[in-house]
C-alpha cells in the first residue's frame, strides 16, 4: 500500500464548494485510475489536509501523469476555483509500514 498526504489553503467563503468538487472528484480518481479512496480534514482557517491510499506508487504516479488526473470536469472545477492559487502540495508520499487505520472504537 502507498500513501500521499496533500495541503491546500482555500479562499474564504469557498469551503463547502472545495470540500463537494473534492469529494465528486476522488471518486472519480477512484474508479478511473485504482484508488483506494481518502480522508479529507480542515486543518485550521482554511488549510485542508488529505490523505490518500494507493494500490501501490505505480498505481498513484500514472494516475498523476495523466492529463486531467480524472474524467469528472466539472468536479475539477469547483475545487481547482475554490483553492488559493499556489497553494496546492504535497507534503508526503511513501509505502505504508504499518496500518491501523480500521482499528473502530465504540
Given amino acids: 500500500m502507498f500513501a500521499v ?4 489553503q482555500v479562499v474564504p467563503g469557498l ?7 473534492w469529494k465528486a472528484g476522488t ?5 478511473e485510475f485504482g484508488g483506494w479512496g481518502s480522508r479529507l480534514h480542515k486543518a485550521g482557517e482554511g488549510t485542508y489536509i488529505a490523505y490518500a491510499q ?4 505505480e498505481t ?12 469528472d470536469d466539472d468536479a475539477r472545477k469547483m475545487y481547482r476555483d475554490a483553492i488559493v492559487p499556489g497553494s496546492f ?5 511513501g509505502p505504508v509500514v ?6 473502530r472504537r465504540a
Avoid: C
Avoid at 5 to 8: E, Q
Avoid at 15 to 21: H, L, V, W, Y
Avoid at 60 to 71: C, F, G, N, P, V
Avoid at 98 to 103: E, G, K, V
Fill in 5 to 8: 498526504i496533500y495541503r491546500w
Fill in 15 to 21: 469551503e463547502a464548494q472545495f470540500e463537494a468538487g
Fill in 27 to 31: 471518486e472519480r480518481i477512484a474508479a
Fill in 54 to 57: 494507493w494500490p501501490d506508487e
Fill in 60 to 71: 498513484w504516479r500514472k494516475a498523476m501523469e495523466s492529463r486531467m488526473h480524472h474524467s
Fill in 89 to 93: 502540495e504535497t507534503l508526503a508520499s
Fill in 98 to 103: 504499518a496500518d491501523l487505520l480500521d482499528l
